[in-house]
Each structure stands twice: as structure tokens, then as C-alpha cells.
């Protein structure tokens, strides 16, 4: 009778495990539903540039300008004669094109998203399963730059990736799962 009760213990005691697709299917998910991203603040409205300080930061506006993502009005210029020194007050708008990168936006600053992360299929999912409810899971994400990325001041150029490590417990009725 003992032994048919060990048993009996034993075969209702189910030991799930997960294996690389199957975290990396759980990973996807999440990242689908939250993605994970960089951001920054951008300034629009009404900026000033002078000619030879500020003409890199006029170009970045200006390629914005160029891929509809914001319109560029000049609204004065001053030009000094016979001197390179002169300056240009332009309005800049957001477009609705720019609306997908655009998180949060005030009266003349928006925080838009600087750099992507996805999912990288080149590099496996490393995982480690801790006990039979929870596993460490640790993926690599590739970085793709939006076209407000030239605006980061604190670029880091290092790597095209990042590494991050996610866990995962088991859930009864929905299976495995991102644990926050």
C-alpha cells in the first residue's frame, strides 16, 4: 500500500521544464507586448541657430525635415554683413509621421525614442532553469536607431547589442511567463 501511494505521489507530480525555443517564444512575446527602447528629449518650436555654432544641429533638423518626420519655417534671418557670424530663428513642428516615436510630448520638448531593441536572431537564447517553477533567462538585443538617434547626447556607440537577463516562473494555467 506505501508503495502504491509513493507512486501515486510521484505520477501526479508533473516536472515541467523549458527548453531554448520555447523561453525564446516567451521572451518574444513579452518584448511584443512591452517593448524595450531608449529614449531621449527632443526640443522643437521656436530655436535660434547661429550660422557657424550651431549648423550641425541645424543639419540634424533639416534631415529630420527631410524624412516628413518635422516641418522646419524659417522665421527671421539676420544676416551681418560681411561676417560668417549670423543667425536664423526657424519653427519646428512635429508631423504625424513622428507620432509613432513620440512618448510623451510638453509645449516644446518630446520624449521620442532614440534607439529600438529587438529580439537578435543570430545569438541564442541562454537560459537556466533554477528549480521546476522558475528559470533565469538571458538574451541578447540588437539595437536599432530611430531617426531621432542623432540627438542622443549620451550615444553610446560600444556595441550594436545589449544583454539582458529576464526570469520566467511557471504559471498553472498559463504556462510559462515573464516574472516583473
Given at each position: 500500500i506505501l508503495s502504491l501511494i509513493i507512486i501515486s505521489f510521484a505520477g501526479c507530480k508533473t516536472k515541467v521544464t523549458i527548453n531554448q525555443d520555447e523561453a525564446g517564444e516567451v521572451i518574444t512575446d513579452y518584448l511584443k507586448a512591452n517593448p524595450e527602447y531608449k529614449t531621449i528629449r527632443f526640443k522643437f518650436g521656436e530655436i535660434k541657430f547661429n550660422s557657424t555654432n550651431d549648423l550641425f544641429e541645424l543639419g540634424k533638423y533639416?534631415?529630420?525635415?527631410?524624412?516628413?518626420?518635422?516641418?522646419?519655417?524659417?522665421?527671421?534671418?539676420?544676416?551681418?554683413?560681411?561676417?560668417?557670424?549670423?543667425?536664423?530663428?526657424?519653427?519646428?513642428?512635429?508631423?504625424?509621421?513622428?507620432?509613432?516615436?513620440?512618448?510623451k510630448q510638453d509645449a516644446d520638448r518630446a520624449t521620442v525614442k532614440a534607439v529600438e531593441y529587438v529580439l537578435a536572431d543570430e545569438k541564442p537564447v541562454n537560459f537556466e532553469q533554477v528549480n521546476s517553477s522558475t528559470a533565469k533567462v538571458t538574451v541578447s538585443l540588437k539595437m536599432i536607431t530611430t531617426d531621432f538617434e542623432p540627438f542622443d547626447k549620451e550615444a553610446n556607440k560600444n556595441s550594436n547589442f545589449i544583454t539582458k537577463t529576464y526570469k520566467l516562473k511557471l504559471d498553472k494555467e498559463e504556462g510559462w511567463r515573464l516574472q516583473k
Open positions: 533639416k534631415s529630420l525635415a527631410s524624412k516628413g518626420l518635422v516641418t522646419l519655417n524659417l522665421k527671421e534671418a539676420k544676416k551681418k554683413f560681411l561676417s560668417k557670424d549670423s543667425s536664423f530663428v526657424y519653427q519646428i513642428n512635429l508631423t504625424d509621421k513622428a507620432s509613432p516615436l513620440v512618448l
